[in-house]
């Protein structure tokens, strides 16, 4: 137990408890944030003289060089490490004065903002790394046929740069739903103390301002109460994981010799302890675990929070520790999913039965369009005719304008007289593609369309991102450069 507790209200408490119960070990993330807002609080308390500014230097000049934490496991948590330090430090009473007007339940929340600040920014630059490198990919696969499936069957020819792009999409909603969670947790708790304010004369603007948030949380319970903005963040992060599982559950699949869509580096797979011709996703897998883990985090914290009395309970440190891991997973499965990305290659086998078969909705168009076949009939027609190719295992390349003519017939009892040619170009995958050239189709023309604005799109994401960082970087300089001034100033 903290000596700064010790023979108050509570006597004393077995260190087996304390331990217990400490978070000290999960703190140490928070520790930079626990000095930057002891500092700002500290010059708040000056300015506004609530304490002298010989108390308010020697605090400041006791808080440099904290950032080295030398480890006790029966301290309760960080905040009581510093302020014993700072005490430890100080001459005469002045360390006392730390923690006038603020509590544990406002600083923590204020500290575990200020760090998810700086993880949301980087889960946003390495989801931006991961689609330039889609990007770059794409570009290079514009012409590149493979089969898209539905149900896991074929279903129709696309191009592997408009299946990239479909990721690029999917992840660029996340960072958009990344910017919302910032500007939702950059707003400042602190000065609501344990749940009330205080009756001391604080200044609660300054302190965010010192501590670069863009306002202040005003209703103090709601201050210390809430964690709304770790649920809203996991939850991103769990849509997050479950695009990322979702690309590495189509590469273990795609790379299989039954789908042979794609081909994954050996740097990336490893080989069976027994059989010597495996070659085995191992990555692709861990990845997809350590995403249910994401995920699962998710759940945890919200039936951590889900029956808690309003104001703070200390079941709120269980929480944070989920959180920060979620980060951590994500931001190493997309870096390796980056580098996975540009080695891969795609397996383009025009030849392939299921590649031809899968363009069969362009036979139905031509029979609607230019025969006047009505859609529902054509539908069945074509349907009809695929049933007999594959049971009598015929190369959908195969398929003359007489099959069609006698299943037309049995099936719908018209007669139709189709060309070769338009038989032909009906199974011709390379037509099929450049046909859709629909806004968001395949076809390469409207695919390099969207890689350039998915470019710009990008830049612009960049730039924010930068703009987010520098103001943060800025806010701790510039409180650093005023600790400094204040402490010579009063030398």
């Not at 947790?185 to 603007?205: K, Q, W």
């Not at 609607?368 to 069945?380: D, G, I, M, S, W």
Request: aromatic residues 6%; hydrophobic residues 40%.
């Amino acid at each position: 137990m903290s000596l700064l507790f010790k023979g108050g209200r509570i006597k004393s408490t077995k260190k087996d408890i304390v331990r217990f119960i400490s978070s000290m070990e999960d703190d140490v993330k928070l520790l930079k944030h626990v000095i930057d807002i002891n500092r700002a609080h500290t010059i708040m308390l000056m300015k506004q003289g609530i304490i002298s500014n010989q108390d308010c230097v020697e605090i400041l000049k006791a808080l440099k060089n904290l950032d080295k934490l030398k480890k006790n496991r029966y301290l309760e948590d960080i905040h009581v490490y510093v302020e014993e330090a700072v005490i430890k430090r100080t001459k005469g009473q002045s360390g006392e004065n730390l923690h006038i007007a603020k509590s544990r339940n406002d600083q923590v929340a204020t500290a575990i903002r200020m760090e998810l600040r700086e993880e949301i920014i980087n889960l946003m630059k390495a989801i931006i790394d991961f689609q330039a490198e889609l990007l770059s990919k794409a570009e290079k696969h514009v012409q590149t046929i493979i089969c898209g499936y539905t149900h896991l069957r074929p279903a129709q020819p696309t191009t592997f740069a408009h299946y990239l792009l479909y990721h690029f999409d999917a992840f660029q909603r996340h960072v958009k739903r990344l910017f919302e969670c910032y500007n939702r947790v950059n707003i400042c708790p602190m000065g609501a103390a344990a749940l009330a304010t205080t009756s001391f004369p604080i200044n609660r603007e300054m302190v965010a301002e010192l501590l670069g948030f863009a306002d202040v949380l005003e209703n103090s319970i709601d201050s210390v109460s809430s964690r709304d903005f770790v649920m809203e963040t996991l939850a991103t992060l769990a849509m997050v994981a479950i695009d990322i599982s979702r690309l590495a559950e189509d590469l273990i699949i795609w790379s299989t010799p039954e789908f042979n869509l794609i081909e994954i580096p050996d740097e990336f797979c490893s080989t069976s302890s027994i059989m010597p011709q495996k070659k085995n996703p191992d990555v692709l897998e861990v990845i997809r675990a350590r995403m249910s883990h994401v995920i699962g985090n998710f759940m945890t914290c919200a039936l951590i929070l889900k029956s808690l009395p309003s104001s703070y309970n200390l079941d709120f440190q269980e929480a944070t520790p989920k959180l920060w891991e979620s980060c951590v997973k994500v931001k190493e499965a997309l870096s390796i999913l980056s580098k996975l990305t540009v080695s891969c290659q795609p397996v383009q086998d025009l030849e392939n039965p299921n590649l031809a078969s899968s363009t069969f909705t362009e036979l139905v168009r031509i029979l609607f369009q230019k025969y006047n076949v009505p859609f529902r009939t054509a539908h069945k027609i074509v349907g009809s005719l695929a049933g007999k190719i594959v049971e009598k295992k015929i190369n959908p390349k195969n398929v003359t304008a007489e099959m069609l003519r006698k299943v037309a017939e049995e099936v719908s009892g018209i007669s139709l007289t189709v060309t070769e040619d338009d038989v032909k170009a009906s199974v011709d995958v390379a037509n099929f593609v450049n046909m859709h050239n629909v806004r968001g189709g395949p076809a390469p023309m409207e695919v390099m369309r969207m890689i350039n604005s998915r470019r710009k799109m990008l830049a612009e994401t960049s730039r924010q991102v930068a703009e987010m960082e520098t103001n943060m970087r800025n806010a701790v300089k510039n409180l650093y450069d005023l600790v400094e001034r204040l402490i010579e100033h009063q030398q």
